[in-house]
């Protein structure tokens, strides 16, 4: 059976794929969903929040956003490098810190750069 494509307009088979037919999901996003659920992510998360002492990093160098210095709600290990662009640092302590929501999100929106989160990286 033949219909029309809503990608290209053409007339097609029905089991053929489009090649205009955009891409939802990148491939490397299915690899990066099962690294996160992955036992050795689990393993790393839990040893950085215990290096940083279960403390957001930021709050306690006192960053933009700060309320109060010792912060230990809602924390999160944050990829400083985004996995999407450098995935072979996944795993990388220097390229991890323990953030609040907060601070996690300022981090995630370019907020906070880069260079001033690995200065908040305790030795």
Not at 14 to 22: A, D, L, N, Q, V
Not at 51 to 78: F, K, M, P, W
Not at 105 to 118: D, M, V
């Given at each position: 059976?033949k ?9 097609h ?7 205009k037919?955009?891409d939802r ?7 990066i ?9 689990k393993?790393?998360?839990e040893?950085?929040k215990?290096?940083?002492?279960y ?10 956003g ?15 490098e985004p ?22 999100e ?18």
């Amino acid at each position: 059976m033949k219909k029309a494509c809503k990608y290209c307009g053409k007339i097609h088979d029905t089991k053929y794929i489009c090649e205009k037919k955009p891409d939802r999901k990148p491939k490397q996003l299915g690899t990066i969903d099962a690294f996160r659920s992955s036992y050795e992510w689990k393993l790393k998360r839990e040893y950085i929040k215990k290096r940083d002492r279960y403390l957001c990093q930021a709050c306690l160098n006192n960053l933009e956003g700060t309320v109060r210095r010792i912060c230990t709600a809602n924390l999160s290990v944050h990829h400083i490098e985004p996995l999407k662009n450098h995935f072979e640092l996944r795993l990388d302590e220097t390229n991890l810190i323990t953030l609040c929501e907060y601070h996690h999100e300022s981090a995630e929106c370019g907020k906070i750069p880069a260079e001033l989160l690995r200065k908040c990286i305790p030795p």
